[in-house]
């Protein structure tokens, strides 16, 4: 029995949940406002509209107004300078730099604990339980995954909070268990120059059999080049002949599949897109022949919704699920 058939078994039960998304959608989400709203009532937000685990979303909606990033942001300053339960509970050390996209400035978005293990980390889950459901010869763990990240500084100085992209804070703080399955070494994931990065990272991972890649495919592009610089060869399966799944993200993968398809010829290579920002892990592509992606509900994200044509109003219609 290879490695991969003697994992599976592992992630069928969370098969079975992923099941419930189609007819327990809005359960599950009413589920998510329930915690969330338990959870952060004794915050400053959350003692100010009134959150408790048995409010209604009615009443939820009511007491608790529409705001933007800049109008939460002072809420942020302070606790970036190492103020507890503001936002959400405890002391919230990690930060993702999020390029602004409402104004010309960077946005700092509070990576908790919380949602680093039930929104970040269970995305990455789910696309292997999905991945694996597809592909039940996959050989997924039988060797390693070449894992691409960007880089985090201090943030003010404060002990153990960090600053910088998701992907940095995601490895920074992964299962050392997953250090064991994939490249390349923290130290040089996490380094932020990038022409250093990519030279050491294809240096790493030549020699290795990878699997399985994950990260933005414009990154990713540029590493698998020098890849293939370093190794001479004219196909990249020619390197890693086991490598059978990118899981991509961060950009649209349609202008990139042609140089990847040209770069690696074998058929049964796979390509799984995946919806993982700064401020939650929203999709992810279940069905390979549909590029469509499943929202999903159960990761501590509670949706609402705002038609097109009121996105500028004052006063929008807001929809959950």
Do not use: C
Request: glycine fraction near 8%; aromatic fraction near 12%; proline fraction near 6%.
């Amino acid at each position: 029995m290879n490695l991969t058939s003697f994992i599976r078994p592992i992630f069928t039960p969370r098969r079975r949940e992923l099941d419930l998304y189609v007819d327990k959608a809005e359960t599950l989400q009413r589920g998510v406002l329930k915690r969330l709203l338990g959870k952060a009532a004794q915050t400053e937000w959350g003692r100010a509209h009134g959150f408790s685990s048995g409010l209604s979303y009615e009443d939820f909606v009511r007491q608790t107004p529409l705001n933007t990033y800049e109008e939460l942001k002072g809420y942020i300053d302070r606790m970036r300078h190492g103020e507890s339960d503001v936002l959400w509970p405890g002391r919230v050390k990690w930060y993702a730099k999020s390029s602004g996209t409402t104004n010309d400035k960077s946005k700092f978005i509070p990576v908790s604990y919380d949602g680093l293990h039930d929104t970040h980390y269970a995305g990455g889950t789910d696309a292997v339980v999905w991945y694996l459901a597809n592909n039940p010869k996959s050989r997924l763990f039988d060797g390693k995954a070449l894992i691409l990240g960007g880089s985090h500084a201090a943030n003010y100085n404060l002990p153990g909070s960090l600053v910088g992209d998701l992907s940095a804070i995601l490895i920074e703080n992964i299962n050392p268990l997953i250090n064991l399955v994939r490249v390349p070494k923290k130290a040089t994931a996490l380094l932020s120059d990038f022409e250093i990065k990519r030279d050491r990272i294809a240096r790493e991972a030549i020699k290795q059999n990878v699997t399985n890649l994950s990260g933005v495919p414009s990154w990713m592009l540029s590493v698998l080049k020098r890849v293939m610089e370093l190794s001479g060869k004219q196909y990249l399966n020619e390197v890693w002949p086991n490598l059978e799944v990118f899981f991509h993200g961060g950009v649209a993968f349609t202008p990139y599949r042609r140089q990847y398809e040209h770069l690696i010829i074998s058929p049964g290579m796979h390509y799984m897109e995946t919806y993982n920002a700064s401020e939650g892990f929203f999709g992810l592509q279940d069905d390979p022949a549909d590029s469509a992606l499943s929202l999903m509900v159960d990761y501590g994200v509670f949706y609402e919704f705002i038609p097109m044509d009121e996105f500028d109003s004052p006063e929008p219609t807001v929809v959950p699920l």
